[in-house]
């Protein structure tokens, strides 16, 4: 191993020994300073990120987002080709699995008018597929991770035209446990792809020169050992419509301060035994809430890394979802988790998603899961909520 992999293997390890230690400080840590500090780093990124958007819902196409959409799939194909030679293939981004689990996605009655919209427009019940998985692209035990954890929602039966033709029936709701993106743009996430295929992706926030400390510092007070996946907050991250001319983030949040002990020394798959020990035990409600744009300046439509205030625009709750007391991980139901496709552009035009990581997302999603299916000889297969497991 040369010695830049060796360097950010390093200072990854420091990350493990703080994540050992993170459940005996953090939630006091984050009561007292993780806001004031979030805004700090916020006023500094708002600083060096001119935002030219004048317009609410204002797209502004960059000329080579193409090619460098082209280039990130590539650069990720490369490494998934690398990385899986010879055995399974997972995903390049959200990578490990903690768990697929089945749920309701129920929309509720009382619904503000201006995003009544779509998928929201009436209050109807849907069967969905909800899975928790880690940030990738490696699958490393649990206290080695970066501590960011994803959430795929799958809601199916949702009728309408939808923007990729390899589903008829799905609405697909993509978050992670920070508010902002890894990077602020496509252009900045192919350097950083360029970083992970050479085993640096350290390099990549700490250079002298190109140094991205902010967008480190952001994900870093929201990173953590966590407890379980139904016990942190998720945000898109970037922006969709709702509606005609309405530009809106979702988050999902726990209904309940439910939180698990994590032991001292924990498994290498902690995060889904706590998942399954909790719904072995009880049902689970989650929080689905909408983030209206009102400033085009504050919240911006093409830069991820910048989070749109909530005191000039709250989250509302839309939703409610529901996971019933059930046994996930059984070897066919983990089967099923690695061959469905997670993708925003599973949606309809109501809801299509914003701004350049998006309009990327539809190509380096798509082909991203073409390629590994065909690595893994699983094509690709559309739920309707009918699948059923041995337990």
């Known amino acids: 191993?040369?010695?830049?992999?060796?360097?950010?293997?390093?200072?990854?390890?420091?990350?493990?020994?703080?994540?050992?230690?993170?459940?005996?400080?953090?939630?006091?840590?984050?009561?007292?300073?993780?806001?004031?500090?979030?805004?700090?780093?916020?006023?500094?990124?708002?600083?060096?990120?001119?935002?030219?958007e004048t317009a609410l819902c204002q797209e502004i196409v960059e000329p080579d987002e193409q090619q460098i959409a082209a280039a990130i799939t590539e650069k990720m194909k490369e490494f998934t080709a690398l990385e899986y030679q010879g055995r399974t293939?997972?995903?390049?981004?959200?990578?490990?699995?903690?768990?697929?689990?089945?749920?309701?996605?129920?929309?509720?009655?009382?619904?503000?008018?201006?995003?009544?919209?779509?998928v929201f427009a009436e209050a109807k019940t849907y069967p969905a597929w909800i899975r928790f998985s880690g940030p990738g692209p490696l699958s490393p035990p649990d206290v080695a991770d970066a501590g960011i954890l994803s959430i795929g929602i799958k809601v199916m039966g949702v009728a309408g035209d939808k923007l990729l033709g390899d589903e008829k029936w799905t609405q697909d709701f993509l978050g992670i446990s920070c508010p902002t993106f890894t990077t602020p743009n496509t252009k900045e996430n192919l350097k950083?792809?360029?970083?992970?295929?050479?085993?640096?992706?350290?390099?990549?926030?700490?250079?002298p020169f190109d140094s991205h400390l902010l967008d480190a510092a952001m994900q870093g007070l929201y990173a953590r050992m966590n407890r379980?996946?139904?016990?942190?907050?998720?945000?898109?991250?970037?922006?969709?419509?709702?509606?005609?001319?309405?530009?809106?983030?979702?988050?999902?949040?726990?209904?309940?301060?439910?939180?698990?002990?994590?032991?001292?020394?924990?498994?290498?798959?902690?995060?889904?035994?706590?998942?399954?020990?909790?719904l072995a035990?009880?049902?689970?409600?989650?929080?689905?809430?909408?983030?209206?744009?009102?400033?085009?300046?504050r919240m911006p439509i093409e830069d991820a890394s910048i989070?749109?205030?909530?005191?000039?625009?709250?989250?509302?709750?839309?939703?409610?979802?529901?996971?019933?007391?059930?046994?996930?991980?059984?070897?066919?139901?983990?089967?099923?988790?690695?061959?469905?496709?997670?993708?925003?552009?599973?949606?309809?035009a109501t809801h299509r998603p914003l701004g350049n990581q998006n309009r990327a997302r539809k190509l380096i999603y798509t082909q991203l899961s073409e390629m590994?299916?065909?690595?893994?000889?699983?094509?690709?297969?559309?739920?309707?909520?009918?699948?059923?497991?041995?337990?």
């Open 89 to 118: 293939a997972e995903r390049a981004g959200n990578t490990k699995t903690y768990g697929v689990v089945r749920a309701e996605f129920q929309v509720l009655e009382e619904v503000l008018p201006i995003v009544r919209k779509g």
């Open 192 to 207: 950083l792809q360029g970083e992970i295929y050479a085993r640096t992706p350290v390099f990549y926030f700490f250079k």
């Open 372 to 391: 590994r299916q065909a690595m893994n000889h699983a094509p690709h297969i559309e739920p309707d909520g009918s699948e059923t497991f041995q337990q």
């Open 281 to 297: 035990n009880e049902d689970v409600e989650l929080d689905f809430l909408i983030q209206a744009q009102t400033d085009p300046r």
């Open 1 to 52: 191993m040369s010695l830049g992999p060796r360097i950010n293997d390093a200072i990854l390890g420091l990350v493990t020994l703080e994540h050992r230690v993170d459940p005996y400080f953090r939630d006091g840590f984050n009561a007292l300073l993780q806001h004031p500090l979030v805004n700090m780093v916020q006023f500094f990124l708002r600083l060096l990120h001119k935002n030219p």
């Open 228 to 278: 379980s996946p139904l016990e942190v907050q998720y945000w898109s991250c970037v922006p969709y419509l709702c509606g005609d001319g309405l530009a809106v983030k979702y988050s999902v949040r726990p209904a309940s301060d439910h939180k698990t002990k994590i032991p001292w020394n924990p498994p290498d798959n902690w995060l889904r035994q706590s998942l399954a020990m909790r």
């Open 307 to 348: 989070e749109w205030p909530e005191r000039l625009s709250p989250f509302v709750p839309v939703a409610k979802i529901r996971i019933p007391r059930q046994r996930f991980d059984s070897p066919e139901q983990l089967d099923f988790a690695n061959v469905l496709s997670y993708n925003p552009w599973h949606t309809s």
